[in-house]
Every structure is written in C-alpha cells, then in structure tokens.
C-alpha cells in the first residue's frame, strides 16, 4: 500500500497537459483506442500513466476471478464465472480493488502476452486449462507498454485487436480460449529508436508529442516539486489533495455522464470534414474524433459536443494519422489547418 500512497500527484505535474489530457479522456471512454505518447526520456511519461491510476474509481469485481470480471456486466463475463452462475452461484461473490497500472515486459514472448493453453490436459482429460497471460492481469486495468516501437509488429498488432475487440482469443491445435480484455492501452516511444508502421499507428485512438520544457520557471518548479515530494511523500500528497480530488471527482463524472453527452449532427459535420481536408485514411479518425470530443465535453461537464471540444482533440486525433508530405516540402502546420477549417 505504502508504494501506491505515495505516488507522484497527476496535477503536481508540471506542464505536458496534453498528455494528462489524453490520459483522463481514454480514462472515461476506454473506446476512444488508447494513446501513444511520443517523446524523449525524463518527460514524465511513465509518472503521469501511474499517477492517473490514483484518480480512477474503484471496481466492483467477481471475487476470485482472475479477470476481474464486472458482476453485472453478464454479456462480459469469462466462462468461469458463467460456470459459476449456471451452478447456481447466484448471485456472484463481489469484492472491490483499484484499478492498476499492468506494464508488458520488453522482451514479452507471444505467449506471455496471451497466455497459453495446456493441450496434454485438453487431448488427455478434454479440459482447458489455461495459464492467463498480460492481457488477462490487464482486464479492466491500465495497460502500459513501454517503448512499444522496440516490440515485434505482431506483438504489437495483438495488444491493438485486443485492445478493439475487448476480448482476448486464445488457440492452439483446435483447442480455443476467449476472455475479456477491456483495457485503457497507453504506449511510449523515443522516435529516435526507430519509428511504428503507419498501419500500427493509425490504430492508437491518440497520439501525443511530448519534449522537455524550455521555460526557465517551469524547469525550476519541476526540481522543487520532485525535492518537496521525497523528502515528505505525505505531505506533499496532502497538499495536492484537493486538486486531485477535484480531477478525481470530474473523471468519475464524465464515465457516467458521456454516454447522454449529445453528439449533434452539425458536429459530426465537422468532424468529417476535417479527416476530408486533412487526407487521412479510412474513417477510424473520424470515429475517434467522435469518442475524444464526447469524452471532453463529459469531462467539463457540458451536456451538448461544441466546436471548443473538437478543437481541444483534434490534434491528438490527426497529428499521426496525415500523410508525410514529399521530400522538399513544408508541411503545414496541423493547428492552423484545423483553425481554419473550423473557421471557415
């Protein structure tokens, strides 16, 4: 407990309110696909995905369920708990536990990513025992995968089906396993050490570029506050207590709300328009563009998407997914196209 007491506070963080931004939305509409933040080492990436862990609403879980299923949510359950239920178990034993940061190993092997199936056991006694891998411990969870462009393509395009599907499909030799795996995805990557296919990063819902700060006053707080926060982690928790109860509380707000935001048809308009404009492939774009600016109008509490909330996304939404421009010419800059169409 004394670990998770005393992490790093999300709203101590000085600057990268991009980020934090995209963390919270993916916080309240998982369906939004995740986030990729991009960037440089020591730019709080990896401290800003722990410290959002705090701010999330307990969970109302199956006791014993290695999944972690929700009681309630019947059309979810893995197939031990609806073993349990046709046994009679009915109603499901509850329990309550935090949500958690779940990290994928850099080295993960496939099998360590999905888990593996015991087929001795499934051809002897016709059995399915299953040894759940990350996917199954990330159930409900946040899934941080660190330097994600360092990891096989076919690793990468697992977590991302996953990540689409909400369930996770194991088979091996006829034999199959499926349980869910609804989980809040975040990557991070140093484009120095190599670049993702533009297939692999069309399918991260956001995407955030993230660089050491240049303001002077800036870097001199972020000193002060890691110097303030190891020498009292407690107090200085306490002190940022009712910012992070306020965050806290208007993201436990937009997870109940977002679903009756209205999404007017003048906004989808919009929206399409700008994935028009701006070229980008399929329509992935213009339905996470949907998801992130409901998640945003939830999250300031308006009941009703506004042109302000898609301005407020669209940048995460398109900066990965714009076609590179040929060699010799200047790209435009996103934020003015995106200003202009919008005034326009």
């Given amino acids: 407990m004394a670990v998770e007491r005393y992490t790093f506070p999300f709203t101590a963080i000085v600057g990268q309110d991009r980020m934090k931004m995209a963390l919270v939305l993916n916080a309240i509409n998982p369906a939004i696909g995740g986030v990729l933040i991009r960037g440089e080492k020591g730019t709080a ?3 800003a995905v722990r410290a959002l862990a705090r701010l999330l609403p307990d969970q109302v879980v199956v ?9 309630e949510d019947l059309e979810t359950l893995c197939s031990q708990c609806r073993d349990r239920l046709n046994d009679g178990e009915n109603p499901l034993p509850t329990a309550t536990r935090r949500m958690r940061v779940v990290e994928l190993p850099i080295n993960a092997s496939e099998d360590r990513v999905v888990g ?4 001795e056991a499934a051809l002897k006694e016709g059995s399915k025992r299953f040894e759940p891998g990350v996917l199954a411990e990330a159930n409900r969870n946040i899934l941080y995968v660190d330097e994600v462009n360092l990891l096989d393509d076919h690793i990468v395009d697992v ?6 599907m909400g369930v996770n499909v194991v088979e091996r030799e006829g034999v199959s396993v499926m349980h869910p795996a609804r989980f809040i995805l975040v990557g991070t990557m140093n484009p120095e050490e190599g670049e993702l296919r533009p297939q692999l990063l069309d399918r991260f819902g956001l995407c955030v570029d993230v660089e050491g700060i240049r303001d002077l006053d800036q870097r001199v707080k972020i000193v002060e506050e890691r110097a303030s926060w190891e020498d009292d982690p407690a107090g200085f928790y306490e002190q940022h207590g009712p910012a992070e109860d306020e ?9 109940a709300t977002f679903p009756e935001v209205d999404l007017p048809r003048q906004i989808l308009r919009l929206i399409a328009q700008l994935s028009i404009t701006l070229e980008v492939d399929g329509h992935r774009s213009d339905l996470v563009c949907a998801r992130a600016a409901q ?4 999250y300031d509490r308006a009941g009703s998407v506004e042109v302000s909330h898609v301005t407020g996304v669209a940048e995460m ?14 790209a435009p800059a996103l934020g003015e196209v995106i200003t202009r169409i919008v005034s326009a």
Avoid at 247 to 255: D, K, L, P, S
Avoid at 295 to 298: E, I, T
Avoid at 317 to 330: E, L, N, T
């Fill in 45 to 47: 990436k990896s401290t």
């Fill in 63 to 71: 006791d014993g369920c290695h999944f972690g299923c929700h009681p």
């Fill in 317 to 330: 939404v398109y900066s990965h997914r714009i076609r590179q421009v040929p060699f010799g010419k200047a």
């Fill in 295 to 298: 998640a945003k109008a939830a």
């Fill in 116 to 119: 593996t199936i015991d087929l």
């Fill in 159 to 164: 977590l991302l089906d996953a990540a689409a």
């Fill in 247 to 255: 965050v806290r509380g208007r993201i436990a707000e937009g997870i």
